[in-house]
């Protein structure tokens, strides 16, 4: 879980601040859940959400040097789609499976 | 890890950062919804790619693991989910009735609010 060493100044100073940006996008899309005005703003929000956290999940795989957490943003990805579209179908059908 | 190799990275870093962070200023600023998931669903999408591509440049292809490859399949699956998404969203926002923004109208009525659920249903 440290930092790896052999990185270039630039390189750790680039990961460190896309995680930073990552994070603070991720927390201003939750403006959009918590107050947008309707129901498909909200899913529109949670999916915005779910990308930028596959996104941190990468950084973070560069950030540690451990290929695992790209397997672990793969997986991000798939549930926020699953949950995008059962959202959706949910709100405009009534159901998710008929 | 050589300088160029470190470079390349950091610019695909550094473009991933920037379309996240323009995708979610217009899911905050834009009027309604259907512009926002315009903003969200592209710009968002090609901020995640670009960040696996520097997970593909980082871990090379061939690396033991396959974190390189399985960068690629991310950018794969990205590119296929994430309009299908956002085109669930704004169907079940026009089944809802939600109206455009500003003078915005639907091309069949002429109005702002969408058909009622009755007549447009598929």
Redesign the interface.
């Known amino acids: 879980m440290s930092v790896a060493t052999?990185?270039?100044g630039?390189?750790s100073l680039?990961?460190t601040?896309?995680l930073v940006?990552?994070s603070g996008?991720?927390l201003?899309?939750g403006?959009?859940v918590i107050f947008g005005p309707?129901?498909?703003?909200r899913?529109?929000?949670l999916?915005?959400i779910a990308?930028?956290v596959?996104?941190i999940a990468?950084?973070f795989?560069?950030q540690t040097d451990d290929?695992?957490f790209?397997?672990v943003?793969?997986v991000l990805?798939?549930i926020g789609?699953i949950s995008?579209?059962a959202v959706?179908?949910y709100?405009?059908e009534g159901d998710i499976i008929e | 890890m050589n300088t160029i190799h470190a470079a390349l990275v950091t610019l695909f870093i550094a473009i991933g950062t920037f379309f996240l962070l323009v995708g979610t200023i217009g899911l905050i600023r834009l009027p309604d919804v259907y512009n926002r998931m315009h903003a969200t669903s592209k710009a968002t999408t090609l901020g995640a790619t670009s960040l696996f591509l520097a997970g593909t440049i980082y871990f090379a292809p061939s690396a033991p693991g396959g974190a390189g490859l399985t960068s690629l399949v991310g950018i794969v699956f990205l590119f296929m989910t994430v309009p299908t998404g956002a085109h669930v969203i704004s169907q079940a926002a026009e089944r809802m009735g939600i109206e455009f923004a500003g003078d915005a109208v639907w091309p069949d009525t002429g109005e702002s609010r969408p058909e009622s659920p009755d007549e447009s249903d598929e």
């Open positions: 052999e990185l270039p630039f390189l680039a990961i601040v896309g940006v990552a996008v991720t201003l899309a403006y959009r309707t129901t498909p703003d899913v529109v929000g999916d915005t990308t930028n596959v996104a990468i950084l795989a560069l290929g695992f790209i397997d943003s793969l990805a798939i789609f995008t579209i959706a179908r709100v405009s």
